[in-house]
């Protein structure tokens, strides 16, 4: 980055000036030659995350492989909040997701996905490794959706722009001679404000392993996942 | 440039353009003498130059300058810059936004790649918020949907990843390379 003009400032008195004046044209002269190394002019980091912060997720993610330190910036938590913030500045992005049931055979389930105005239906390949069938949606929250299915204890953070998955590891086990209920999960996701973390919240229902043993009321066990441990830690009975 | 040629020049401007304010009342807006690391001399009206964050400031804290050196700042940029901040200058006084927009469209249409990129850091460093909002604007659409080749070279960088790490990179989500437009 240049030096800023005011350094050639000199805060004393005019009668001080001329004494400085030598100097401060040697500064300059040293200025002008360490400006004018040729290179890239635009290797400033400002004026990069400024442009880039302007385009679509689908261009950053080709962008990751400019070079390396377009990488770094583009993968930055900074620069991601920025340009979730551009994103969501221009009036006329809409980021609509819709749940569909795409008949294929009766079986299999689709989502169906508008971004940026582009209705873009995700392909059969992409969609390989997702829960499409009858999972539980929570979001958008700054962009992700929380995704939970009840049959097969499946949980996972999911960023659509990107179509990118994150499971979420397994709730820790209950206590010893206790089970989870077959009940779905009460569950809350968001984003912590101050630590930027996405954080799930998820109550399971405690009851006694055996059959016989039940009755009455168990506590309500809560558990907060937070991305950025990404692990779930109990934070108490209800 | 060498520092030879560079002392000399300067003097003989500064007597060439010191400002004469008592001869000079008569003229309704002062000139101010803008210098390219080129040795290239601008002189512009006083509104024009206080567009200039980093020239305003400049005359804040020493009033008494009469030229002011922009040792980052090359004279084809510059002058492109100065034309554009002359026509703001307009749009202040009479605020039309349609004309604005369409003014500022048209700027940035007519500059080729190297123009624009050449203007970005001249408008940073001289901070001049608006036209830098138009110009990275402009360079973001110009490479919206462009491959990750034509982009380095649109920049002018050097890929320094090895083969490998960019095959990697570029498995990671195929998806994205699908559907782009033709160099």
């Known amino acids: 980055m240049a030096l800023s003009l005011s350094r050639y400032v000199w805060p004393y008195g005019q009668s001080l000036a001329s004494l400085f004046k030598e100097r401060s044209q040697k500064e300059r002269e040293m200025s002008i030659a360490m400006t004018t190394m040729p290179g890239n002019l635009l290797s400033t980091e400002d004026v990069v995350i400024e442009i880039l912060s302007r385009l679509p997720v689908k261009n950053l993610l080709r962008c990751k492989c400019v070079c390396k330190s377009w990488h770094a910036i583009i993968t930055s938590p900074n620069f991601i909040s920025k340009h979730l913030r551009n994103y969501y500045d221009k009036s006329d992005s809409d980021c609509l997701l819709v749940q569909n049931c795409v008949a294929q055979a009766g079986e299999l389930e689709s989502l169906e996905l508008l971004l940026d105005e582009t209705p873009r239906v995700l392909s059969y390949a992409s969609l390989h490794m997702m829960p499409f069938h009858s999972p539980f949606l929570c979001g958008p929250c700054d962009g992700i959706f929380y995704m939970y299915r009840y049959y097969s204890d499946f949980r996972a953070l999911w960023n659509p722009a990107i179509n990118e998955l994150r499971y979420l590891p397994p709730i820790p086990n209950p206590p010893s001679s206790f089970s989870y209920s077959p009940q779905y999960d009460a569950y809350g996701f968001g984003l912590h404000p101050v630590t930027k973390d996405y954080e799930v919240v998820v109550l399971k229902d405690l009851w006694r392993e055996k059959v016989e043993e039940r009755g009455g009321r168990y506590p309500l066990r809560v558990f907060v996942y937070s991305s950025s441990t990404d692990s779930w830690r109990h934070w108490g009975d209800l | ?183």
């Not at chain 2, 009206?45 to 206080?50: D, G, I, K, P, T």
């Not at chain 2, 001049?128 to 909002?133: E, H, P, Q």
């Not at chain 2, 973001?140 to 491959?147: L, V």
Request: glycine share 2%; charged share 30%.
């Open chain 2, 1 to 183: 440039m060498s520092s030879s040629t560079d002392s000399p020049t300067l003097t003989t401007e500064t007597t060439q353009l010191s400002p004469q304010p008592d001869t000079e009342t008569a003229k309704p807006t002062k000139k101010i003498t803008l210098k390219s690391s080129d040795n290239q001399i601008f002189e512009v009206e006083e509104s024009v130059a206080m567009e200039f964050a980093t020239v305003k400031s400049f005359f804040e804290d020493s009033p008494s300058t009469d030229t002011v050196p922009l040792p980052n700042v090359t004279a084809k940029p510059l002058s492109q810059v100065i034309e554009f901040c002359k026509e703001q200058i307009k749009f202040k006084a009479n605020p039309d936004e349609a004309q604005k927009k369409k003014y500022n469209a048209e700027f940035v249409t007519e500059k080729s790649d190297k123009d624009l990129v050449d203007m970005i850091p001249v408008a940073n460093y001289l901070e001049i918020k608006d036209l830098l909002d138009v110009l990275n604007q402009a360079v973001a659409d110009r490479i919206e949907n462009k491959s990750v080749e034509y982009v380095r070279s649109f920049f002018g960088i050097d890929n320094d990843f090895t083969a490998e790490e960019e095959a990697a990179l570029r498995r990671e989500h195929a998806w994205a390379y699908e559907g782009v437009d033709e160099d």
